[in-house]
Antibody, heavy 120, light 109 residues
Framework: QLQLQESGPGLVKPSETLSLTCTVS??????????WGWIRQPPGKGLEWIGS???????YYNPSLKSRVTISVDTSKNQFSLKLSSVTAADTAVYYC????????????WGKGTTVTVSS | QSALTQPRSVSGSPGQSVTISCTGT?????????VSWYQQHPGKAPKLMIY???KRPSGVPDRFSGSKSGNTASLTISGLQAEDEADYYC?????????FGGGTKLTVL
């Protein structure tokens, strides 16, 4: 059964770069049927799609975050990663990684999420 | 891009039916049959309930159904049960990116 696990620092200072990794187990990240994505949820607020990546490296970003976001993939480690630069308190959120069906663009498997707080 | 518009809250009694709307534009909901719905209980990750407007993943009860008309998609939950109380989010492909609705809190009275 496919599982996704987010990992990374739970505390990031303002103006620094947030870095998270999602490890995929129970399946291959190199499948042609899926994208791999990041979604976040600020405390008490709704979901926000951050971006997605295909195993080949093609990326798709939320236009409102595009200037600060980089998503990369490491097929040898079955992992993909998120970097969000110049963070502020507004970037404090639970960050989820998820598998997206390439046809339909829906998220059918989610990680449990990891909380990232931006504070000095 | 703007988030899709959902009512902030809906409620219903056990056994009743409720419908949650999700309004977008011709660039997202109206332009593609790629609307999905997610259920989220407090402190938990979202769970896929509907994809491709009206399809149910394996294991999702047939009490959950989806539809779309123009720029508005809808999730209907019939035969409400206590465990259906949760937040629900719609989501649509928008041609190179994905956009969520603001979320709807369903209260089972």
């Amino acid at each position: 059964q496919l599982q996704l696990q987010e990992s990374g620092p739970g505390l990031v200072k303002p103006s620094e770069t947030l870095s998270l990794t999602c490890t995929v187990s129970g399946g291959s990240i190199s499948s042609s049927s899926y994208y791999w994505g990041w979604i976040r949820q600020p405390p008490g607020k709704g979901l926000e799609w951050i971006g997605s990546i295909y195993y080949s490296g093609s990326t798709y970003y939320n236009p409102s975050l595009k200037s600060r976001v980089t998503i990369s993939v490491d097929t040898s480690k079955n992992q993909f990663s998120l970097k969000l630069s110049s963070v502020t308190a507004a970037d404090t959120a639970v960050y989820y990684c998820a598998r997206l069906r390439r046809r339909g663009y829906y998220m059918d498997v989610w990680g449990k999420g990891t909380t990232v707080t931006v504070s000095s | 891009q703007s988030a899709l518009t959902q009512p902030r809250s809906v409620s219903g009694s056990p056994g009743q039916s409720v419908t949650i709307s999700c309004t977008g534009t011709s660039s997202d909901v109206g332009g593609y049959n790629y609307v999905s719905w997610y259920q989220q209980h407090p402190g938990k990750a979202p769970k896929l309930m509907i994809y491709d407007v009206s399809k149910r993943p394996s294991g999702v009860p047939d009490r959950f159904s989806g539809s779309k008309s123009g720029n508005t998609a809808s999730l209907t939950i019939s035969g409400l049960q206590a465990e259906d109380e949760a937040d629900y989010y719609c989501c649509s492909y928008a041609g190179s990116y994905t956009v969520f609705g603001g979320g709807t809190k369903l209260t089972v009275l």
